[in-house]
């Protein structure tokens, strides 16, 4: 009997050590996964609302009708587009209608892969098109032409690729900013597009 109560409480000392062992791996676990959210939200909120690493240019958008504008570079500092491992640049606006009939804008960017993979401009960077700091939705015109966002290119080719936005008005300048898709720096560029009145 005295055997029997002696192998009970070993295993059940046993079992309280395993359960402590879980317990402290849980531990370490979950500390593991707050330390990476607080280092996560610490980067995201480094840049604040200061400007630092943003790139601006302006271009004039031009009516379907009429000849592209090019882009001018106002900060010096990162003219050429580089984004990361891309380079983006707002080659030209046009002021068209949507599928619908609805008044839209046709952003035309040259994409440059500079990675060691292929990629497509959707995978590799986001673009956000703003009117009055209001985002505007993307849609889409009836043409045949291939708009590219999502054809993947070698390490240092170039694409021109298009995407279109509904506006909200005529004459209201847009602010295009373009950051890397996945990334734990702030850095974008901005380009205003300023439409004709």
Do not use: H
Request: aromatic share 6%; glycine share 6%; charged share 30%.
């Amino acid at each position: 009997m005295d055997n029997n109560a002696e192998v009970q409480q070993a295993v059940n000392e046993a079992m309280a050590e395993q359960k402590k062992k879980k317990r402290k791996k849980s531990l370490i676990i979950i500390g593991v996964i707050l330390l990476v959210i607080i280092i996560g939200i610490a980067l995201a909120s480094s840049g604040g609302n200061d400007d630092k690493g943003t790139t601006k240019s302006q271009i004039n958008a031009s009516d379907s009708t009429n000849t592209n504008s090019e882009v001018d570079a106002e900060n010096d500092t990162n003219a050429e587009g580089k984004i990361g491992d891309f380079v983006c640049v707002v080659k030209n606006a046009k002021v068209c209608k949507n599928w619908e009939g609805k008044d839209a804008v046709k952003i035309t960017y040259s994409f440059t892969n500079n990675s060691k993979e292929s990629e497509s401009f959707d995978i590799a960077l986001s673009d956000e098109v703003y009117q009055d700091g209001i985002q505007l939705e993307s849609s889409f015109i009836d043409d045949d032409d291939d708009w590219g966002i999502d054809v993947k290119i070698k390490p240092g080719m170039t694409k021109e690729v298009s995407k279109v936005y509904l506006l909200r008005d005529k004459k209201t300048d847009l602010e295009v900013e373009v950051s890397e898709l996945i990334s734990f720096s702030d850095d974008k560029l901005v380009t205003t597009v300023k439409l004709e009145k």
